[in-house]
């Protein structure tokens, strides 16, 4: 005889209702007698396996079977989700488990979708449940359009639209296709700021991140509204007042209004100002560990001057973390301001404490998908098992950023449990991509189209070493590099480098077709980190030069003559470099400085090469950068042997003067061909300016640029008034493949048979 015990659901909740009303009416209708079950069958199984319905039941074969344990099996079968129907059926002392399975989800397809990458979305619509081999349910279908349309909502398209097509499939699975209408996007039309009275509205809207329609919001996209970036913006405005004494400023409201088109966005910012107020004085309170003069001197707010928020926030942060170098890592810091409105005047007090110290117990690192935990620590400072060091783990997290290998790097404190003395340390690092490719052309008569280019990779494997390959194309000077760097060739952090290279050249309009230069050779040398930013260099190298041809330049023929037509050299080299830019790519402030000098006193090439190059940024304020380059090199046969001519240093076109050609200045053979000289000078000057309409990117600027130098041979005078100068414009974008300059030049100083380059550009230089 059978017993059918069975639900059919619309939604999981309503099955577990159906459920427990099946369960209380069983007793009345077909309650079976308890029983010991000899077996368990199931029914309907389409791609489910077997084992997950046995595992959700709560009875196995030998246990005694009742009502109960029934209705408890419906209940754990529903749970899984898989089921649109259940039913349990006894015959005899087997019970059979019959099951409707819920359709599965074949794939997901999108019709219509410009805005979005595929794989966005369907990472966006897994977590709404919506995914291949997931469970189909139209309540989730409903979910997934609502969370197609948010996703076009933060791209102001108001107005796009979503249909679902479910398709039918075999085995009981379906086919979702979304198909979008994404239409316009809605614009910024306006932005008003009303109760403004200390500052002009258009000071204030200059300000904000989002602008209205511009000529170049195509590719900055600040005319897209945003509720995310309006709250920033309206935090810019408070920061903007508060630092100018408006101590009380307050934004009141914001409306923000789209039109029935859904095309136009108005906002409207009320504010109110209040009144401006200096400070009187700062008064220090709470356990300053009987060091009060020495935080006093952190102190950045000055009395008689406007109340400055961000001086506050600054000096807390200070005290903050001068309490973490003695070991208080959960030091707490409050200011409070006491205001006299009647006068327009405040004093501030700072109240300290320090709370107990602690020590490291963990340093975890989260977060590195590629790079390796030990690249991690080993830049670390701050040691297990030891006294907490504020200022050993902020220089541990700049020097982690400064490894280039991370778009983000934070260091978190936890809280031991049980251990009030002791936290863990987790730093947090994002990967970036670590690859460069760098590609540079330019034109003029006598080379046509010069290209060359480099593939570079910082972080081999996660490894943290650097392995490039760099290829030039020139029609006169073609070469090949291998260069492999070590970071951490010893413990210490000595690092070595290797470099193999092999160059084929000859001198810039060479009449002799048949002339070239080969020089293939190798290199080793070492870095010894004497400071956190200071590196001294040294190595040795042995290059073997020949010069083939017959048609020589006349300055090339003579060294044949005199020393063959081979030279072997062993060079050694010593160098020393400091970098303190805040940016690598796009520095704002800091300065950078290298000394590097190659002696060969062996061989048959003996000279003495050195080079000395210095950069200096300066911040115009929050938007401008000035930009300074000086090299000079020099170079100087010894052992009673002339310079090298294939020694020579080279000027003109980029890196050097802009705006002539490349290599080009200096002396020229009888030949015609440019030779350089032994001695350069380059002098170079950039300010940087945002592009109109991008706001505060500082990854694309245009900027003006002036450039001096020149080279001198050997038996010239080196004068200021053979410089040759030039001046242009430029623009700089920090491309997905590296920095891009783009550089049109004017030389403004200059002689007769100079050549002139007007138009370069290059990808992965700073000057």
Not at 53 to 64: C, E, H, K, M, N
Not at 131 to 151: H, S
Not at 685 to 696: D, M, Q
Request: hydrophobic fraction near 35%; include cysteine; aromatic fraction near 10%.
């Amino acid at each position: 005889m059978l017993f059918p015990f069975s639900v059919s659901p619309l939604r999981p909740v309503a099955a577990c209702v159906a459920v427990a009303a099946a369960a209380c009416a069983l007793p009345a209708a077909h309650a079976a007698e308890p029983f010991v079950l000899k077996d368990i069958r199931i029914e309907g199984l389409q791609r489910t396996d077997p084992g997950t319905v046995f595992a959700a039941l709560p009875f196995r074969i030998g246990d005694t079977y009742s009502d109960e344990k029934g209705a408890a099996a419906l209940r754990a079968l529903f749970a899984t989700g898989l089921f649109r129907d259940v039913r349990l059926e006894v015959d005899g002392d087997v019970v059979v488990v019959v099951v409707d399975e819920r359709s599965i989800i074949a794939d997901v397809n999108f019709v219509g979708l410009k805005e979005f990458d595929k794989d966005t979305l369907l990472k966006s619509l897994k977590s709404a449940g919506i995914g291949e081999g997931l469970p189909f349910d139209r309540a989730t279908v409903d979910r997934a359009e609502q969370e197609i349309k948010r996703q076009y909502l933060s791209r102001s398209l108001y107005g796009a639209e979503v249909v679902t097509t479910i398709t039918p499939q075999e085995r009981n699975r379906v086919n979702v296709t979304f198909t979008i209408v994404e239409g316009d996007t809605a614009r910024i039309k306006d932005i008003r700021i009303v109760g403004a009275k200390a500052f002009s509205e258009g000071t204030l809207l200059g300000l904000l991140e989002q602008t209205t329609g511009g000529w170049l919001t195509w590719y900055t996209k600040t005319d897209r509204y945003s509720r995310a970036k309006l709250n920033a913006d309206l935090e810019t405005l408070r920061a903007y007042y508060t630092n100018r004494g408006y101590l009380e400023f307050n934004v009141e409201s914001t409306q923000v209004t789209i039109s029935p088109d859904k095309q136009d966005i108005s906002i409207t910012i009320n504010v109110r100002e209040g009144q401006p107020y200096t400070v009187t004085g700062v008064r220090l309170e709470g356990d300053l560990l009987g060091k009060e003069d020495e935080f006093r001197a952190l102190v950045k707010v000055k009395p008689g001057e406007p109340y400055r928020s961000e001086d506050v926030a600054e000096t807390v942060r200070q005290f903050t973390e001068r309490f973490g170098f003695y070991g208080y890592a959960f030091a707490r810091v409050e200011s409070r301001p006491e205001i006299d409105r009647a006068n327009g005047q405040v004093a501030l007090v700072l109240t300290a404490d320090p709370q107990r110290r602690v020590y490291v117990r963990r340093i975890n690192v989260a977060g590195n998908t590629r790079t390796r935990d030990e690249v991690v620590r080993r830049e670390f400072r701050q040691f297990e098992s030891s006294w907490y060091d504020g200022q050993r783990i902020k220089l541990s997290r700049d020097r982690v950023d400064r490894l280039g290998y991370f778009s983000n790097v934070a260091v978190d404190t936890d809280e031991v449990p049980g251990a009030l003395d002791q936290v863990d340390l987790t730093v947090n690092v994002t990967e970036k991509p670590t690859g460069n490719l760098m590609l540079g052309a330019g034109f003029s008569s006598a080379e046509k189209l010069t290209l060359s280019g480099s593939i570079r990779q910082e972080n081999v494997f996660g490894s943290g070493n650097y392995l490039g390959v760099e290829v030039n194309t020139s029609r006169y000077n073609r070469q090949l590099v291998l260069s492999t760097v070590d970071p951490y060739f010893t413990i210490d952090g000595i690092s070595r480098a290797i470099d193999l290279y092999y160059r084929t050249s000859r001198p810039i309009n060479s009449q002799g077709e048949d002339y070239q230069l080969i020089t293939p050779g190798a290199a080793i040398r070492f870095g010894v980190p004497f400071s956190e930013y200071d590196t001294v260099f040294f190595g040795i190298g042995a290059e073997r030069t020949e010069i083939r041809g017959s048609a020589l330049p006349v300055a090339y023929a003579k060294y044949r003559e005199s020393f063959g037509d081979t030279a072997v050299s062993v060079p050694l080299t010593l160098g020393w470099a400091r970098d303190q830019r805040d940016s690598a790519l796009v520095p704002t402030r800091g300065r950078y400085q290298r000394v590097n000098a190659e002696f060969s006193g062996a061989g048959d090439a003996r000279y003495l090469r050195t080079n000395f190059q210095i950069q200096q940024y300066i911040a115009l304020g929050p938007r401008f950068t000035l930009g300074l380059n000086g090299e000079l090199g020099y170079g100087k046969g010894i052992g009673g042997r002339p310079y090298p001519v294939f020694k020579n240093f080279y000027g003109g076109g980029l890196g050097s003067v802009r705006g002539f050609d490349q290599g080009s200045l200096g002396r020229v053979d009888p030949t015609g061909a440019y030779l350089g000289g032994n001695r350069k000078l380059n002098l170079n000057a950039e300010l940087y300016v945002p592009v109109p309409g991008s706001g505060n990117d500082k990854t694309l600027r245009i900027f003006g640029f002036m450039d001096a130098g020149n080279v001198w041979a050997e038996d010239e005078k080196m004068t200021l008034s053979d410089l040759r100068a030039s001046a242009g414009l430029g623009l700089s974008w920090l491309s997905p493949v590296g920095p891009l300059k783009l550089s049109v030049g004017t030389p403004v100083r200059k002689q007769s048979a100079d050549r002139i380059q007007r138009f370069q550009f290059q990808i992965g230089t700073a000057f």
